[in-house]
Structures are given as C-alpha cells and as structure tokens.
C-alpha cells in the first residue's frame, strides 16, 4: 500500500505560480509511475503530467506545456508540480497517482495508476 499526502493547494491570481508537493509513504516511490491529474465539479478526471518509472522523460497535457513542471525526489519519496503562469481555467482539484509497470501508451489514463491521493485544491482568480 502507498499512502498519498497533496500539499500546496491554494486561491492565486492569474499569473501566479504554485507548487504542489506530494509525499508518499509505504513504499518507495523510486520503482512507481508519478502522475498529477486534476478534475472540476461535473467534469472527468484529467491528465495533466507524467513521469514513468524509468528514465527522466516527462509528459503533459496540452493545457500544461510550458508551463507546468512535474519532478520527483526519491530521496524524499515526494512528487511536485510546479505550475507558472496560472490561468483561471487551471482552477481543479488537484490529485496525485502512482502505479507500477504504466507503460507508455497509458501514461495519460487514470485507470493506469493504482494509488491516489486525496486531492489539493489549486483556484486561479483572474
């Protein structure tokens, strides 16, 4: 079992930055998928980053690109996301997932991630 703790949710302004942190317990991170997935009231859970188990390669949403910065520090057994130049339309709850053998074709599927937490809630004022 990993337990899933989303810290750095918070009411910015447009144009702000954040960083959300998310710290794992249970189990080591280093052998786990990392992803941040986000949702609004009456909408599906979205993707927004990834980052597999192996290598460094990193992945985003659309929406994300340029800037939003998925990262992890094994040694802390915590994933971040750091996001930039918040804009109104980032306003979600804000959720972290992890999962073993996520190949890359699932990347962006919540259903390829076997551990959530329980979500941080980011509101973008414009």
């Known amino acids: 079992q990993v337990q899933l703790v989303e810290l750095g949710g918070g009411l910015v302004q447009a144009g702000d930055s954040l960083r959300l942190s998310c710290a794992a317990s249970?189990?080591?991170?280093?052998?786990?998928?990392v992803a941040w997935f986000r949702q609004t009231p009456g909408k599906e859970r979205e993707f927004v980053s990834a980052?597999?188990?192996?290598?460094?390669?990193?992945y985003y949403a659309d929406s994300g690109k340029g800037r939003f910065t998925i990262s992890r520090d094994n040694a802390k057994n915590t994933v971040y996301l750091q996001m930039n130049s918040l804009k109104p339309e980032d306003t979600a709850l804000y959720y972290c997932?992890?999962?073993?053998?996520?190949?890359?074709?699932?990347?962006?599927?919540?259903?390829?991630?076997?551990?959530w937490g329980q979500g941080t809630q980011v509101t973008v004022s414009s």
């Open positions: 980052m597999r188990q192996t290598g460094t390669n990193t």
């Open positions: 997932a992890v999962g073993r053998g996520v190949i890359l074709s699932r990347v962006r599927e919540a259903g390829a991630y076997d551990y």
């Open positions: 249970g189990r080591t991170l280093s052998g786990y998928a």
